[in-house]
C-alpha cells in the first residue's frame, strides 16, 4: 500500500501563487508517474501534470506557461508550483501516484483563487 499526504492548498487572489506538495510512503519500490488531478464543482476530474520516473513532464493546456510540476525522488515528494492563478482553477486538486499499473490517490487539497 501507497499513503499520499498532500498539502499546500488554501486561499489566494488571482495572479498569486501557490505550491502543492504530496509525500508518499508505504510500501513504495518502483513509481511509474506521480501527477496532479483537480475536480472542480460539477466537473469531471481532470489530469493537470504528470511527471514519469524519467522526469519526462505533460501539462494540460490550460496550465501550460503557469504551472511546473517536479519530483524529488529522495523524499518521494512530487511538487505543483502554481503561478499567475485564475479562478478558472480553483478546485480540489489530488495527487496521483502510479506503481506497478496501480493507481493510488491523496484526499485532496483545496485550492481557491478569487478574483
Known amino acids: 500500500q501507497v499513503q499520499l499526504v498532500e498539502s499546500g492548498g488554501g486561499l489566494v487572489e488571482a495572479g498569486g501563487s501557490l505550491r502543492l506538495s504530496c509525500a508518499a510512503s508505504?510500501?513504495?519500490?518502483?513509481?511509474?508517474?506521480m501527477g496532479w488531478y483537480r475536480q472542480a464543482p460539477g466537473k469531471q476530474r481532470e489530469s493537470v501534470a504528470v511527471?514519469?520516473?524519467?522526469?519526462?513532464?505533460n501539462y494540460a493546456d490550460s496550465v501550460k506557461g503557469r504551472f511546473t510540476i517536479s519530483r524529488d525522488n529522495a523524499k518521494k515528494t512530487v511538487y505543483l508550483q502554481m503561478n499567475s492563478l485564475k479562478p478558472e482553477d480553483t478546485a480540489v486538486y489530488f495527487c496521483?501516484?502510479?506503481?506497478?499499473?496501480?493507481?493510488?490517490w491523496g484526499q485532496g487539497t483545496q485550492v481557491t483563487v478569487s478574483s
Open positions: 508505504g510500501s513504495i519500490f518502483s513509481i511509474n508517474y
Open positions: 496521483k501516484v502510479v506503481q506497478q499499473r496501480i493507481g493510488y
Open positions: 511527471v514519469t520516473n524519467s522526469g519526462a513532464t
